[in-house]
C-alpha cells in the first residue's frame, strides 16, 4: 500500500510539474506572438507586397492558444490535486481541442516559412522597384524598403547585383543599362549618400560597389519570427503531450 | 654607296606598306569586374605600350566595333572580315550607322594615353555615353550598343594622311541578354525539411492523442454497461464462481487449522488449503473496500465497482 501511494503522490507530483510548465510556456507563447502581430518594421513591407499573411494567421492563433494553455494548466492542477475525475475529463477534452488549434498554427507557420523563397523576393523586386506607378503606394513601400535594406545592410538585390543585369525589370524600364548596371543604392556611398566613384561602381571594381545580396538580411529576421511560432509551438504540443498521457492515464485509475 | 640604295628601298617599302600590322589583340579583362560585360557595354583593357614607336604626339588612335557574325557561314563575309580601314577623317564611320554599316568607329584618344608611362584607368569601358546618342552629335559617340552582338574590336592609330598601325582582330564578345521575370518561379522546389518533420510529427501525436482518449472512453463506456448488467440482469456476462454449499452438519475443523500448540500442528501437514478455502466462502479473507483510492487498473473489471 505504502509503495502504491509513493507511485500515487509522485504521479501527481509529475503532473501538476507538467501543468506548471504548461501555464508558463503559455503565457510565453502569448508574448511572442503579440510581438510577432505588432512587430511590424524591418522587411515587413516586403512580406506584405507578397500578400502573404499566413504568419499573421498562424500568430493571432498562438496568442489564444497561449492563453488557453494557462488557464488549463490552472484547472489541471486543480483536478490532479483533488483526483476529480470530472475535472480531469474537462481538462482533457479542453486541452485535445487546443492541442488541434495549435497544430493548426504550426503547420501554418512552417509552411509560411517554407514559401519564402529568394525567388519570390526576387520576382517581387524586379516587378515592383522603382516601379514609378503614382497609383500604387505598395509599389513605393516596396522601394523604399528595400533602398533602405540596401543602405544599411550593404547588399544589393537578392542574390547579388548581377540579378539586375540576368533579367529585365520595372527598374530597368526607366533607368539605362549603360548609366545603371544596377541601382545606385548598390555603389558604396559616402557621408552625402552619393557614389564614392561611380565609374568604379558601374563597372564593378570591387570595393566602389555591394556584392553581397540582400537575402540573408531579409530572411533573417522573418525566420526568427516564423521560426519562434511554428519550433516553440511544437516544443509545446511535444510537452502537452505527455503531460496529456500522464494525465489520461491518472484519470482511468481514479475510483469512485 | 650602298646607302642610298638601302633608303631608297626603305622609302620604297615605307610608301608602299604604311599600316603596320601589331601583333596585339584587343581583349576583355581578365581581371575579375562584375560589370565587364553587361547588355549595352563591355569593357576592354587599356592597351599599354603597344603604339611606341609607331605613333606620333599628334595621332589619335581609334576603336573599330564590328559585328562578328561568329554564326554566319564562311561565303557571308563578316562585318569585321569586310571592315576597311578608312582613309581619312572624313571616312569614319560615326556611331549612329551602326545598324547599317554594321561598324563604327570610336573612343579616339590621343596617342600619348596609350603610351607605357601613362597614368590611366587600366580599362576602357566601350558604350557608356549615354548622352551622346539622344543628342546624335556628329563627334565619335561612345554610345550603348543596341543589340547584343557579338562584335570584334581592334586598335586603328590614325595619322593626319590616314591610318598608321591597327591591331589584330579580338575575338568576339557576346554581351549579356537578361531574361524576362516572368520565368522566375516563386514556388519552393519541393517542401521543406521542416515542414515535413512538424506535420508528420504533430499528426501523429495527435492520432496517438485520439485514440488514447477514445480508449480510455470506450473503456469507462464498457466497463459501466458491464456493471449494470451484473446488477439487474441475470445473463451472465463474465465468469462468476457459484459457492455451493451443501446441507451437511457442520464438519469438525481439520487439526491445523488455528491449532494453538505449536506442537500438534506439525503432524498434519495438509492444512493450508482447506483452511483457505472456507475463509473465502465466507469472506473473510479481508476484501473489504475503504475510501476511494488509486488501483492500477490490472483489467477492466477491479477498476469500475
Known amino acids: ?145 528595400w533602398d533602405e535594406l540596401m543602405r544599411q545592410n550593404h547588399c544589393c538585390g537578392v542574390n547579388g547585383p548581377s540579378d539586375w543585369q540576368d533579367y529585365t525589370s520595372a527598374f530597368r524600364l526607366t533607368h539605362s543599362d549603360a548609366d545603371y548596371p544596377w541601382p545606385r543604392m548598390c555603389c558604396v556611398l559616402d557621408a552625402q549618400g552619393s557614389p564614392v566613384n561611380l565609374d568604379g561602381c558601374k563597372l564593378g571594381v570591387s570595393g566602389y560597389y555591394n556584392s553581397n545580396g540582400c537575402y540573408d538580411a531579409i530572411s533573417g529576421p522573418v525566420n526568427a519570427h516564423t521560426w519562434g511560432v511554428a519550433w516553440f509551438g511544437f516544443a509545446i504540443l511535444c510537452w502537452t503531450f505527455c503531460v496529456l498521457l500522464g494525465t489520461m492515464f491518472y484519470w482511468s485509475g481514479i475510483e469512485y | 654607296m650602298e646607302l642610298p640604295w638601302v633608303l631608297l628601298a626603305l622609302a620604297g617599302t615605307g610608301v608602299a606598306a604604311d599600316l603596320a600590322r601589331l601583333p596585339y589583340v584587343p581583349h576583355v579583362p581578365p581581371m575579375a569586374l562584375l560589370g565587364k560585360v553587361t547588355a549595352t557595354t563591355f569593357a576592354l583593357e587599356r592597351p599599354r605600350c603597344v603604339f611606341d614607336g609607331h605613333a606620333d604626339a599628334s595621332d589619335a588612335v581609334w576603336l573599330a566595333v564590328a559585328f562578328a557574325n561568329a554564326a554566319h557561314p564562311p561565303p557571308v563575309p563578316s562585318a569585321s572580315g569586310a571592315f576597311r580601314n578608312p582613309q581619312s577623317q572624313a571616312e569614319v564611320p560615326p556611331y549612329k550607322e551602326l545598324p547599317t554599316a554594321r561598324s563604327y568607329m570610336t573612343l579616339e584618344t590621343a596617342a600619348a594615353a596609350y603610351s607605357c608611362s601613362a597614368q590611366s584607368p587600366p580599362v576602357l569601358r566601350v558604350g557608356g555615353d549615354t548622352a551622346c546618342r539622344e543628342q546624335g552629335r556628329q563627334d565619335p559617340c561612345n554610345g550603348p550598343l543596341p543589340s547584343p552582338g557579338p562584335y570584334r574590336v581592334k586598335f586603328l592609330l590614325m595619322g593626319c594622311r590616314g591610318p598608321k598601325a591597327e591591331t589584330l582582330w579580338s575575338e568576339p564578345i557576346l554581351l549579356r541578354t537578361a531574361l524576362s521575370p516572368s520565368t522566375i518561379d516563386p514556388a519552393p522546389a519541393r517542401p521543406g525539411s521542416a515542414l515535413v518533420v ?71 501437514p495438509q492444512s493450508p488449503a482447506p483452511c483457505q478455502r472456507i475463509m473465502e466462502q465466507f469472506g473473510l479473507d479481508g476484501t473489504i473496500k475503504g475510501p476511494p483510492r488509486f488501483n492500477p487498473p490490472a483489467t477492466g473489471r477491479d477498476s469500475f465497482n
Not at chain 1, 52 to 68: K, S, T
Not at chain 1, 100 to 105: G, K, P, V
Not at chain 2, 223 to 231: D, M, N, T
Not at chain 2, 250 to 268: E, K, M, N, R, V
Open chain 2, 198 to 268: 512538424i506535420a508528420s510529427i504533430l499528426a501523429s501525436l495527435g492520432a496517438v492523442l485520439a485514440t488514447a482518449v477514445l480508449g480510455a472512453l470506450g473503456a469507462k463506456v464498457w466497463g459501466s454497461l458491464c456493471h449494470q448488467g451484473l446488477g439487474t440482469d441475470t445473463f451472465i456476462r463474465r465468469s462468476y464462481r457459484t459457492h455451493h454449499i451443501p446441507p451437511a452438519l457442520p464438519q469438525p475443523l481439520p487439526p491445523g487449522c488455528g491449532c494453538s500448540p505449536p506442537g500438534l500442528c506439525q503432524s498434519a
Open chain 1, 1 to 145: 500500500m505504502a509503495k502504491s501511494d509513493d507511485c500515487v503522490h509522485i504521479l501527481q507530483g509529475l503532473l501538476v510539474f507538467g501543468n506548471v510548465v504548461i501555464g508558463l510556456c503559455g503565457i510565453a507563447l502569448t508574448a511572442e506572438c503579440i510581438y510577432v502581430v505588432s512587430n511590424s518594421d524591418g522587411p515587413y513591407p516586403l512580406l506584405k507586397a507578397t500578400e502573404n499573411r499566413d504568419i499573421h494567421a498562424a500568430a493571432w492563433i498562438g496568442i489564444f492558444v497561449g492563453l488557453a494553455l494557462f488557464a488549463l494548466s490552472i484547472l489541471g492542477i486543480i483536478g490532479v490535486v483533488r483526483a476529480s475525475r470530472t475535472l480531469l475529463l474537462v481538462y482533457i477534452i479542453l486541452m485535445l481541442i487546443t492541442f488541434a488549434f495549435e497544430m493548426a498554427s504550426c503547420i501554418t507557420a512552417a509552411t509560411h516559412q517554407d514559401s519564402l523563397t529568394p525567388n519570390l523576393f526576387l520576382k517581387q523586386m524586379l516587378e515592383r522597384y522603382q516601379k514609378s506607378d503614382p497609383n500604387k503606394n505598395s509599389d513605393n513601400e516596396v522601394t523604399k524598403t
